[in-house]
């Protein structure tokens, strides 16, 4: 069983930066993408970015686009998503998700809050 545990929310200020870490844990596998998605009160869970397998190609939302980066750690089975330039609108609860063979994402982890407040 896959698990994945996201870590490195926190409160910040607009403007400033905090990375997000997603740690696969279990039966890890790194022929599959991971995803980042984040869901603010209210609103519906909306997708931030994606990296591939390899590490060779992501995409980002364009709300995040030009101020986050993603990147994997494969020996660590770690992905990271480098936010900066943050917003009050970025504040979420962030989770990360493994893709799957039918293009969908599973074994979703538990979330760490990111908050942007002066």
């Known amino acids: 069983q896959l698990l994945l545990e996201e870590s490195g929310g926190g409160l910040v200020q607009p403007g400033g930066s905090l990375r997000l870490s997603c740690a696969a844990s279990?039966?890890?596998?790194?022929?599959?993408?991971i995803g980042w998605f984040r869901q603010a009160p209210g609103k519906e869970r909306e997708g931030v970015s994606c990296?591939?397998?390899?590490?060779?190609?992501?995409n980002f939302a364009d709300s995040v686009k030009g101020r986050f980066s993603i990147s994997r750690d494969k020996a660590k089975n770690t992905v990271y998503l480098q936010m900066n330039s943050l917003k009050p609108e970025d504040t979420a609860l962030y989770y990360c998700?493994?893709?799957?063979?039918?293009?969908?994402?599973?074994?979703w982890g538990q979330g760490t809050q990111v908050t942007v407040s002066s």
């Open positions: 990296i591939s397998s390899s590490g060779g190609s992501a």
């Open positions: 998700a493994r893709g799957t063979a039918a293009g969908g994402y599973a074994y």
């Open positions: 279990g039966s890890t596998s790194n022929t599959y993408g």
